[in-house]
């Protein structure tokens, strides 16, 4: 089935308007056809892009504060998937990072071309002229979004599959659905979302802390993670859970003791680090010096 639906001009969004010719709209549910200019009373010449999502820029301080909520620096890997005049993908580069902007719209790609030109930056940033979702984003570190939910829901999957745990996604007004944000903040009156792509940590762990031997078993929807414990037999408590991409602590509680663990996810393995602030929680930190490793 495709995402598209082709409907030259016919409003879909209370809130579309048409301008110099060519319509467009504010962030309605609407598909949009490029325009004639030359044609009489507006009456277009559709070509044959079809627009997912109406072009519409992130005023200036959003970006700002979007490279802020993605912490884009140096050497980051940056993709931003419907590009437009390229202004997200700019303000990456000048930040340091190498980026990828698509856009499936030649004239977006043009401007953006143009703008990177100016600003000096086309040694670190490519316009591609692509369907954003035929774009691979496994090499992202950060992935920057302005269009739909219903696009940024049909993106779930792929982001949560094909990204590295502890990637970023920034995403201007639209959220993901179910998958509740990391972080959540107003921005010149507009409403940023960020994520942090959670490891998979689901499964049977064997835990180990020193000569101590805890079979933990953890279960995860996105980054919200359960767990049971038992050491010689005797369960125990895993309580407060938390999963900040690669990051993951919780804490473990015999009746007696409430010690939090804080370790590092890879894959089948998980290493114990020092405490991360952000997923702080009761109990006493234990040392650095424990590691999990999956079963199954
Ligand atoms: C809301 S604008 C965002 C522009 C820019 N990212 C910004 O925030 O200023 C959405 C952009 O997505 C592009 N777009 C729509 N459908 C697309 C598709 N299927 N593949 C790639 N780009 C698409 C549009 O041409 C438009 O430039």
Same mark, same amino acid.
């Given at each position: 089935?495709?995402?598209?639906?082709?409907?030259?001009?016919?409003?879909?969004?209370?809130?579309?308007?048409?301008?110099?010719?060519?319509?467009?709209?504010?962030?309605?549910?609407?598909?949009?056809?490029?325009?004639?200019?030359?044609?009489?009373?507006?009456?277009?010449? +559709?070509?044959?892009?079809?627009?997912?999502?109406?072009?519409?820029?992130?005023?200036?301080?959003?970006?700002?504060?979007?490279?802020?909520?993605?912490?884009?620096?140096?050497?980051?890997?940056?993709?931003?998937?419907?590009?437009?005049?390229?202004?997200?993908?700019?303000?990456?580069?000048?930040?340091?990072?190498?980026?990828?902007?698509?856009?499936?719209?030649?004239?977006?790609?043009?401007?953006?071309?143009?703008?990177?030109?100016?600003?000096?930056?086309?040694?670190?940033?490519?316009?591609?002229?692509?369907?954003?979702?035929?774009?691979?984003? +496994?090499?992202?570190?950060?992935?920057?979004?302005?269009?739909?939910?219903?696009?940024?829901?049909?993106?779930?999957?792929?982001?949560?599959?094909?990204?590295?745990?502890?990637?970023?996604?920034?995403?201007?007004?639209?959220?993901?659905?179910?998958?509740?944000?990391?972080?959540?903040?107003?921005?010149?009156?507009?409403?940023?979302?960020?994520?942090?792509?959670?490891?998979?940590?689901?499964?049977?762990?064997?835990?180990?802390?020193?000569?101590?031997?805890?079979?933990?078993?953890?279960?995860?929807?996105?980054?919200?993670?359960?767990?049971?414990?038992?050491?010689?037999?005797?369960?125990?408590?895993?309580?407060?859970?938390?999963?900040?991409?690669?990051?993951?602590?919780?804490?473990?509680?015999?009746?007696?003791?409430?010690?939090?663990?804080?370790?590092?996810?890879?894959?089948?393995?998980?290493?114990?680090?020092?405490?991360?602030?952000?997923?702080?929680?009761?109990?006493?930190?234990?040392?650095?010096?424990?590691?999990?490793?999956?079963?199954?």
């Amino acid at each position: 089935m495709s995402f598209k639906s082709f409907i030259p001009y016919q409003r879909r969004s209370v809130h579309a308007v048409i301008v110099t010719g060519v319509l467009v709209t504010t962030l309605g549910l609407v598909s949009i056809a490029h325009a004639d200019p030359q044609a009489a009373d507006n009456v277009e010449v +559709a070509s044959s892009i079809e627009l997912d999502v109406p072009y519409v820029p992130t005023p200036e301080p959003v970006v700002e504060g979007m490279m802020e909520m993605g912490a884009v620096s140096e050497g980051n890997r940056v993709i931003d998937l419907g590009s437009g005049d390229g202004r997200i993908a700019i303000a990456a580069a000048k930040l340091g990072a190498q980026v990828l902007g698509v856009d499936i719209d030649p004239e977006r790609i043009r401007e953006a071309d143009e703008n990177a030109e100016r600003e000096g930056v086309t040694d670190r940033v490519e316009f591609r002229q692509e369907d954003l979702f035929d774009t691979p984003i +496994a090499d992202a570190d950060v992935l920057t979004l302005y269009l739909l939910p219903t696009i940024n829901q049909q993106l779930r999957p792929k982001i949560l599959t094909d990204m590295a745990p502890g990637s970023r996604v920034v995403s201007h007004a639209f959220d993901m659905g179910n998958w509740a944000s990391d972080e959540r903040r107003t921005i010149a009156g507009r409403t940023v979302y960020l994520w942090h792509v959670p490891a998979r940590i689901e499964g049977e762990w064997q835990l180990m802390q020193g000569d101590t031997l805890v079979n933990l078993t953890l279960s995860q929807r996105y980054q919200e993670v359960r767990g049971v414990a038992q050491r010689d037999g005797q369960a125990m408590t895993v309580g407060n859970a938390r999963l900040l991409g690669d990051r993951i602590a919780f804490t473990l509680a015999d009746g007696e003791h409430y010690q939090r663990f804080y370790g590092r996810v890879d894959q089948d393995r998980i290493q114990g680090v020092e405490p991360v602030e952000a997923l702080a929680g009761p109990g006493e930190p234990v040392e650095a010096d424990w590691q999990a490793e999956r079963e199954s």
